[in-house]
């Protein structure tokens, strides 16, 4: 076939696939006039189906690889890329169904529970730094969102109801650690991290038993993760988010 019709076919444009031919993305065929085979057409339906998931084209190149074409394999590759953009998208319409659900209950807000409220009213009021109050209030942020989409209908008693002087002062220090701990190295972090995380276990008052269950209700829920992630994308951020999975869900019998 000519490129008008391979481009036709595939729903795309002569000047989209002459793109392609430049990043090699697709393989230019020999002859005068061009005539492209089914395996050009297979090979540039995948490459338009990863860049319309939000691949970059350098990102297209490192999976796709070669600019030789299996067929076979092509097809197989797309349609397992086409069920995960299909699973994603499940997914984000099962959280906004949960959302609208939760929504409809009531014409206002879904509140926070009073526990968690008070809990961030507190630590507020034991810190004068500016800066250090947005940290606080972005994660109250961030819990209200996990909130309002159902993640914490069974976590909210990880808030004490009084919490103690000394896990109040812990868990400020456990913010101006995860504000600063972006300055460090991966090593030097990690080991930030793990002290961190000692010291909160043992001022948390949770048992052994109570951790692994409560923590695999949240993280096993989709998006859950995923949305903690994006509103921390640095990856001491990161690795402060997985030392601290690690400690309380993996590591407890």
């Known amino acids: 076939m000519l490129i008008k019709e391979l481009a036709d076919t595939a729903g795309t444009t002569v000047r989209t696939v002459r793109y392609y031919h430049q990043e090699e993305l697709l393989p230019i065929p020999r002859g005068t006039p061009r005539d492209y085979s089914f395996d050009h057409l297979v090979r540039l339906i995948r490459v338009r189906n990863l860049v319309a998931s939000g ?90 969102v996990l909130s309002h989409l159902g993640f914490l209908d069974s976590l909210d008693y990880l808030w004490s109801e009084d919490p103690s002087e000394e896990y109040l002062d812990l868990a400020l220090r456990m913010f101006r650690s995860f504000r600063s701990i972006t300055e460090l190295s991966y090593e030097d972090a990690e080991r930030e991290i793990d002290q961190m995380m000692d010291e909160h276990i043992r001022l948390s008052g949770f048992t052994p038993e109570q951790m692994p269950r409560v923590f695999e209700q949240f993280f096993g829920t989709p998006g859950g993760i995923k949305l903690i992630y994006l509103a921390y994308p640095h990856p001491n951020h990161k690795l402060y988010i997985r030392r601290f999975l690690e400690r309380y869900v993996l590591e407890q019998p």
Do not use: C, W
């Open 55 to 144: 691949l970059s084209i350098s990102q297209v190149k490192k999976l796709i690889g070669s600019a030789e074409v299996d067929a076979q394999a092509e097809l197989a590759a797309t349609k397992r890329s086409i069920d995960e953009q299909i699973g994603a998208l499940l997914e984000q319409k099962e959280r906004l169904q949960r959302l609208e659900e939760r929504h409809n209950q009531a014409p206002t807000a879904i509140p926070l529970p009073q526990r968690i409220t008070n809990f961030y009213r507190l630590l507020l009021e034991r810190e004068d730094d500016p800066v250090m109050r947005k940290v606080i209030k972005r994660e109250q942020r961030m819990v209200e």
